[in-house]
């Protein structure tokens, strides 16, 4: 997802030369160097000084530049988090602030490398919209839409890491910005989730597939603004909502839906899988923390089955 | 020059009485560092700043945008009717700047922010000069040297931050305070800056050494300043940092302002 990013971002600015990405000594990886290499001077690396790194955007975007800030997810965000605020958001300037390896991607360097409240903590942000695309080829499409920014306000874009698989590439429903996207069309049950986790999603569908049981996936990519219409549409339409995120259960997808759900007296069953209130560590893989969060493939699976019986 | 000086020397006392006017009529005003601030202001906007450049300063020490009120307001930039709003639920014009507001190019308020958004304006376009003003209380402030270190690793030649010292802050002195960040001046030359230190409230100081700074760096003027000069019971007393004066404390200083204008 780091490459499609950059890939993206690289192409983008060989046709607009307003383009500038202001990071803080983060490594450049993959197409950043091609950037970097053609676009010294719209290539700004501060150091490790998150803080200027945001009031030096700031800087550029208030002098009609399209700035997107770059460096890992914890830094990107938590830092310089008042300077995100009011530099960005208060002054209500169209920059991306790219918070990359978000949620619990780095679980092998602990607790300090880990961003799983960013959703939470952004969305009470006036001007602060978050987009967390599900994989790299929605990443190309949210990149696109950064540097158009109609809506001209802050975005939050949480990245993956590397080497992401594509989901999305055969859906119909093309990406768009604030809309939930239809990814494979199913019934009865519907998985939903933002960001790398829709991997989980099409196994579960996998294995139910044996079953002939058949879910539909949807993306919610963009979190804020939260595509509402489409969730009445949804709820509707199952009677199982299933969320699976690589976030905190306080903030981020799980509460949005439950917040619309009540909205909407849905009487279905919403079920959230969510990371817990908890500093959890471990440093083994990714899969093995999430799963002390109650996050797993089998644990969704089962719960499904004892819906099911 | 020297006439140049004395009709700034009359608009700093206008512009100090307009200040005192604004007091009357609201409760938050940051008196004390306006006033510190007067000189520093007046030269910049008056006589440094050609009116392209406007676009391009930033009040860091946002506490004092009465005093960039009044001044746009001389520069025909904002109206009498917006000052006698000032801090009212009616009015635009806000204790901090806004960036909404004509002729407000940054919403400050929160310290130290102002010197890397000013980076950005200098890395925006390297040819155009843009001026900064920062409390000596932002010194103490880490996004301050994140701003310093910046501005010269990316080499921009066309900042001008003016330091207002007037060595008080809301409990005590800066310098008793944090001793360490003097003499300021020689951290911003070992930062790589060019810097001298003026007189705050000298015009001539302040634009000599603007003028005759090195155009290679980035450059700092400490401005040694006094807390609420030139009136008596306000100067150097913290208490004036947010207090609006009494009726009679209203016009002893109007007077003192006055007998200074016959000078």
Not at chain 2, 216 to 227: D, M, N, S
């Amino acid at each position: 997802m780091r490459d499609a990013f950059s890939d993206q971002l690289y192409r983008e600015a060989l046709k607009d030369n307003n383009i500038y990405i202001v990071v803080a000594d983060i490594s450049p990886a993959g197409s950043m160097l091609k950037f970097r290499k053609k676009f010294p001077n719209r290539f700004i690396n501060v150091g490790v000084s998150e803080q200027s790194m945001i009031g030096i955007a700031a800087g550029l975007a208030m002098k009609g530049k399209k700035v997107f800030t770059y460096t890992i997810a914890t830094f990107s965000l938590y830092r310089p988090f008042e300077m995100i605020r009011d530099n960005f958001c208060y002054q209500n300037l169209p920059v991306t602030v790219v918070g990359m390896g978000a949620g619990t991607i780095y679980n092998n360097l602990g607790g300090t490398h880990m961003s799983q409240e960013d959703i939470s903590i952004c969305r009470s942000v006036p001007n602060l919209n978050i987009i967390s695309p599900s994989d790299p080829a929605e990443m190309k499409s949210a990149v696109s839409y950064c540097v158009k920014n109609k809506k001209k306000e802050t975005i939050y874009l949480r990245l993956g890491k590397s080497g992401e698989k594509n989901f999305t590439t055969k859906a119909d429903d093309k990406w768009k910005f604030a809309k939930i996207r239809t990814i494979q069309k199913g019934k009865s049950i519907c998985l939903i989730s933002h960001g790398i986790l829709i991997k989980m999603s099409f196994n579960i569908s996998n294995t139910l597939k044996k079953q002939k049981i058949i879910p539909s996936i949807y993306s919610s990519h963009t979190l804020k603004p939260f595509d509402s219409k489409t969730f009445k549409k949804i709820c509707k339409s199952y009677k199982t909502i299933i969320s699976i995120e690589d976030h905190s259960e306080i903030g981020g997808l799980g509460s949005i839906l439950r917040e619309e759900a009540y909205r909407y007296k849905y009487d279905g069953n919403l079920i959230n899988f969510s990371l817990k209130d908890k500093f959890l560590n471990d440093y083994g893989s990714q899969a093995s923390l999430l799963k002390k969060h109650g996050i797993s493939e089998e644990i969704i699976l089962k719960k499904i089955y004892n819906l099911k019986k | 020059m020297n006439k140049l000086i004395s009709i700034a020397k009359r608009r700093c006392i206008n512009y100090r009485v307009k200040l005192l006017e604004m007091s009357q009529r609201v409760s938050a005003i940051h008196l004390g560092g306006t006033f510190s601030s007067t000189e520093i202001l007046d030269a910049i906007y008056n006589i440094l700043m050609k009116k392209n450049e406007r676009e391009n300063f930033i009040l860091s020490k946002g506490h004092c945008s009465a005093l960039q009120y009044v001044i746009l307001k001389d520069l025909k930039v904002l109206s009498e009717n917006d000052l006698r709003k000032y801090s009212k639920s009616n009015g635009k014009l806000g204790v901090h700047p806004e960036v909404k507001n004509e002729g407000l190019n940054a919403s400050t308020g929160s310290l130290g922010q102002g010197l890397s958004m000013a980076a950005g304006f200098a890395l925006s376009n390297r040819k155009k000069n843009v001026y900064v003003v920062l409390s000596d209380g932002e010194l103490q402030e880490g996004s301050t040297w994140e701003a310093i270190m910046a501005i010269r690793n990316l080499n921009l030649k066309n900042i001008i931050a003016i330091i207002d010292n007037n060595d008080l802050q809301s409990l005590e002195r800066s310098s008793i305070l944090t001793p360490s960040i003097y003499p300021i001046d020689r951290k911003f030359i070992n930062f790589g800056w060019d810097s001298k230190i003026c007189d705050g409230h000298n015009t001539k100081e302040i634009v000599k050494s603007i003028l005759n700074r090195d155009k290679k760096k980035p450059f700092c003027l400490v401005a040694k300043t006094i807390k609420g000069y030139p009136i008596s019971f306000m100067q150097n007393n913290p208490i004036w940092h947010y207090r609006s004066p009494s009726k009679d404390e209203f016009s002893i200083a109007m007077n003192e302002l006055k007998n200074l204008g016959n000078l």
